[in-house]
């Protein structure tokens, strides 16, 4: 504190402290705390009480029936008093009714169907699929981006990777739809080839098969896993690469004990943004599948919030994933050996 | 320049596989192109009805997209406004603090990168609905400016690190104050990084989907536009947008070479 | 412009648990060229960002013309600092460097322009006022840092090894012109250096620390002749260092056994008897021949001509002395067997203590 007002002065020390507390508070913790919050309670359901409400209208109706028949002026206080009685336990079970009260626990958490906590399980498997794929198919990209070509040639290389970038993600994915699509590229092609049938529905349904997903999420997320592996791969120095194959090493043996634990850091940092992309990722599965293949679990969460209208239960959902995310990104920095520093590109 | 790690036959593997690859990165996106130019109203290049523009004029006459497009603007460039000061604020606090109170509040601030989309989206949600403010472009400002915000934090702890401290001193010696000093010291020398920053944050908030398709409530943005409109099958005009896109950004990316190619020869 | 003292009231400073700078006293008079002279890490910079105030003290004062500087930061003190990397600003022309300090001070901007322009040429840089720093040669740019530094018409002007990224000739020739610079405007100047041919050179006074301690404050002549400490006389020019035991005093006279047999010297600071005392001569004290109090035989090793002087390599006893002596016919054949000889007052003995380079 003492160091930064002397570093930008009292004034101005204080104003970016007050814009950096504004950013950690309003957009970063206390929204991250009342998602938290929102997972830990819930209302009881409605039914109950609603049906309770109806049997006391449907008693004083009778009731009152029952008293303006009644000439007896004790008794009809009696029913008076009765009707009122419950008309005033009507009135507070309706103040319930339309606010019910908050019950806090970890219910929305253990009350997950086990078709739910399947898909969740899935999600997973696949994002690791996805990730160990993403990695093998980008590892030589990256080689060649950064040792293999000249200075020139990676700079074409560069901007080759990162048009597809500057385009719309959803627009990628919708270019890998048209391609794998029933009517889509390939189908059209095998029909013309006269392989399947497209008028009488004979196409191949690519995209009710996850690998359709998983071939879209690498191409929409391939520039996450190669610039950091390029980033660390541009400062190996090249004659670590001569040296050991003038001591007589393999190419095989050169990328196993000298690029690939030079590049460690990059791969890690590689793995856990396609990982926390693909495993939270809503736009390419949703489009991709539109109902007709499995759900990734981002698409449960998305129904929670928008057609069950159960934010309750949708926070549970969100805060599951990113609890699995957390230990997967805590999980490489351990085995990796880096640190949250080295993350920064 | 060709280094002469890898034997020839490694080298001829290696460079089919950059082929192979860079034809996985551009065949769809040509594909999609294509298809834009058919007169037939499924997305298509293999049953090839003709050659039209029909889909651009349906594209200038699709009210939803065009207001679509205006509010993607708009969110983009309020992220920028939020995003651009507090990832600032935050890059010039971290590079003054100390080792430890560093690390906390830098853990802290690059968080959002790691955090998947969706769930920035449901968290801002959540929060603003506490304020009354229920989903819509000020959510979806404030959603993808909580990540886009430490991109920016990010580009400028890069800049201050080659900064020479010195010349702030110096202008402090000289008698500035610390107002003047970041005015006239500070301020330039991070001004290309603060433009560089901005077109980083307009892109990212432009192509913005996973956070923004949870904060947006009844509104709409481009992209989520488009995403919804997809649900019901595809349509040309999407392609159309997509020609746009690939067009503005070949452009910018030829300039771009060129550009960093004439550098390097002078 | 007024220059004014600088006193530095029993200033210590540390950065965590290390030391940067013993508890010390200075005094630095007004109008005065001071050098701190030290080896790299010896605290010189520490007590000049103290006094130019980017740095407090841990504990004592600063005092500025008898005013404590306490709390004032560096943009409120009477004083303006040369950078070592000289810290001119890039992205502005050279007569809005120069201006800056004006700027700062709410002056007009023809006013201070006007005014950059004088200082330019006090520094004979007329007409570069629009060219960018990054245009002009070394010895300009430097320049240009002190003309930024007098706009501002500091009392005390502190220079951090301004010249050590010159090359030699313009180091030697900026030297002099700093010294008339000083001359001509008369403040106080605080110059930092490591190169003893500087602080000799341009100097009123030098301080010689090490290790965070002040060694000696002196004139430059008191302190090559009369150096107070083994480190400042190994530090400041050429030493013969023999050691030996001190067996005699008497009225400064010291006797000291000596793997060269009994020298004559004077004591400097109170070795005990019978300590291990170091003996300086410097070679240029030394001559050839026996009529001398202290007496040596050598053999000769080799011989370096530097052009008007010639220095001997001469063993003895497996030890290596060095002599200097004036060029001349009688240096061209010399025999391999010499005696040196040096006066009791070319002898300094000191107790043992830290030298410089070990």
């Known amino acids: 504190m003492a160091s930064l007002f002397r570093a930008y002065g009292r004034g101005l020390g204080a104003l970016l402290i007050a814009i950096a507390t504004l950013w950690i508070l309003a957009l970063i913790l206390v929204p991250l705390g009342a998602m938290i919050e929102q997972s830990l309670w819930w209302k009881d359901s409605k039914g109950e009480i609603t049906l309770q409400i109806d049997r006391l209208y449907n008693d004083m109706a009778t009731l009152q029936l029952d008293a303006s028949g009644e000439s007896d002026a004790a008794k009809k206080a009696g029913f008076e008093a009765q009707i009122a009685q419950k008309q005033a336990e009507a009135t507070a079970l309706e103040a319930q009714e339309t606010n019910p009260p908050k019950t806090y626990g970890l219910a929305n958490f253990t009350r997950m169907s086990g078709l739910h906590f399947y898909i969740f399980i899935r999600t997973i498997i696949y994002a690791l699929m996805v990730t160990a794929l993403a990695l093998v198919v980008c590892y030589p990209m990256a080689y060649a981006v950064a040792l293999a070509s000249g200075p020139r040639k990676a700079i074409v290389l560069t901007v080759a990777l990162i048009v597809p970038y500057a385009i719309n993600e959803l627009l990628r994915v919708y270019a890998w739809l048209m391609i794998l699509d029933y009517r889509g590229v390939i189908n059209g092609i095998l029909g013309w080839l006269g392989l399947v049938d497209l008028d009488n529905r004979g196409w191949i349904p690519f995209l009710e098969n996850p690998s359709a997903v998983f071939l879209a999420m690498i191409y929409t997320y391939v520039l996450f896993m190669v610039f950091p592996m390029v980033n660390t791969l541009e400062t190996l120095d090249r004659n670590q690469i001569e040296a050991a194959r003038d001591l007589g090493a393999s190419s095989f043996r050169i990328h196993r004990r000298v690029i690939i634990p030079h590049a460690k850091p990059g791969i890690a940092v590689g793995c856990i943004m396609t990982f926390m992309l693909s495993a939270g990722s809503y736009s390419v599965p949703a489009i991709m599948t539109r109902g007709q293949g499995g759900d990734w679990f981002s698409q449960l969460v998305y129904r929670q919030f928008f057609e069950s209208n159960n934010w309750n239960m949708g926070s549970a959902y969100a805060v599951s994933l990113l609890v699995v995310c957390t230990a997967f990104i805590l999980i490489m920095m351990r085995l990796f050996g880096v640190g949250l520093r080295d993350i920064a590109k | 320049m060709s280094t002469a790690n890898d034997s020839a036959g490694a080298r001829l593997i290696l460079n089919i596989y950059i082929g192979l690859f860079c034809l996985y990165l551009f065949l769809p996106l040509a594909v999609m192109s294509a298809a834009a130019f058919n007169s037939y109203d499924y997305p298509s290049v293999t049953q090839w009805r003709g050659f039209t523009l029909q889909w651009f004029v349906a594209l200038a006459h699709d009210g939803r997209l065009i207001q679509g497009l205006i509010n993607s603007v708009a969110v983009a460039l309020g992220v920028i406004a939020v995003s651009i000061p507090a990832g600032l604020a935050g890059a010039l606090i971290l590079t003054r603090l100390g080792q430890r109170s560093g690390t906390v509040l830098y853990s802290v601030l690059v968080s959002p990168v790691l955090t998947p989309g969706i769930i920035l989206g449901i968290s801002s949600l959540i929060f603003w609905r506490e304020f009354g403010v229920p989903g819509g472009l000020f959510v979806a400002v404030m959603a993808q400016s909580s990540f886009i915000a430490s991109y920016a934090m990010l580009l400028f702890l890069a800049r201050l690190q080659r900064q020479d401290r010195t010349l702030e001193e110096a202008a402090l010696d000289l008698g500035a104050s610390h107002m003047l000093v970041f005015r006239r010291i500070t301020l330039p020398f991070l001004a290309p990084t603060a433009f560089t920053a901005a077109v980083v944050a307009f892109l990212q908030s432009f192509e913005n989907y996973n956070t923004t398709v949870f904060a947006i409530g009844g509104e709409w943005t481009l992209v989520t536009e488009i995403a919804s409109r997809l649900r019901f099958g595809l349509s040309p005009v999407i392609n159309v947008v997509g020609v746009i896109f690939v067009a503005l950004t070949l452009v910018a990316a030829t300039t771009y070479v060129l550009l960093s190619s004439r550098k390097k020869a002078r | ?358």
Do not use: W
């Open chain 3, 1 to 358: 412009m007024r220059g004014k003292d600088v006193r530095l009231d029993q200033v210590s400073i540390r950065f965590g648990d290390a030391v940067a700078v013993q508890p010390l006293n200075l005094t630095i008079e007004a109008g005065e060229f001071f050098s701190i002279l030290g080896p790299s890490g010896c605290g010189k910079t520490t007590i000049l960002r103290t006094v130019s105030g980017f740095i407090e003290p841990t504990i004592g004062r600063v005092l500025i013309g008898g005013e404590d500087m306490a709390g004032k930061g560096p943009n409120e003190r009477p004083t303006a600092l040369i950078f070592q990397n000289l810290a001119l600003f890039p992205l502005m022309s050279v007569a809005e460097n120069v201006a800056f300090g004006l700027e700062a001070r709410g002056v007009s901007k023809a006013e201070r322009l006007k005014r950059a322009e004088e200082l330019l040429s006090l520094v004979a840089l007329t007409g570069y006022g629009d060219k960018k720093p990054s245009d002009l040669s070394g010895g300009q740019r430097q320049r240009v840092a002190i003309a930024r530094a007098l706009a501002v018409e500091p009392s005390v002007l502190l220079l951090d090894e301004p010249l050590s990224a010159l090359d030699l000739k313009l180091r030697q020739h900026m030297r002099a012109e700093l010294r008339a610079i000083q001359k001509r405007v008369g403040i106080t100047f605080i110059y930092i250096t490591h190169d003893q041919g500087e602080a000799l050179a341009m100097s009123d006074r030098v301080a010689v620390m090490s290790r965070g301690r002040l060694e000696q404050v002196a004139a430059p002549d008191t302190l090559y002749a009369e150096p107070a400490t083994p480190f400042v006389a190994t530090f400041v020019g050429e030493q013969n260092v023999i050691r030996g035991t001190l067996r005699r005093i008497s009225n400064g006279a010291a006797s000291v056994d000596t793997p060269f047999g009994p020298i004559e010297g004077r004591e400097v600071g109170t070795p005990a008897i019978g300590a291990p005392v170091l003996v300086m001569v410097r070679p240029e004290r030394v001559t050839l021949g026996a009529d001398r109090d202290n007496r040596i035989p050598v053999t000769l090793k080799a011989r370096h001509l530097e052009g008007p002087s010639v220095n001997l390599e001469c063993v003895a006893d497996g030890q290596t002395l060095t002599v200097t002596l004036a060029n001349g016919p009688a240096m061209r054949d010399l025999p391999n067997d010499l005696v040196l000889g040096f006066g009791r007052d070319d002898a300094l003995v000191y107790a043992e203590g830290a030298l410089a380079n070990g």
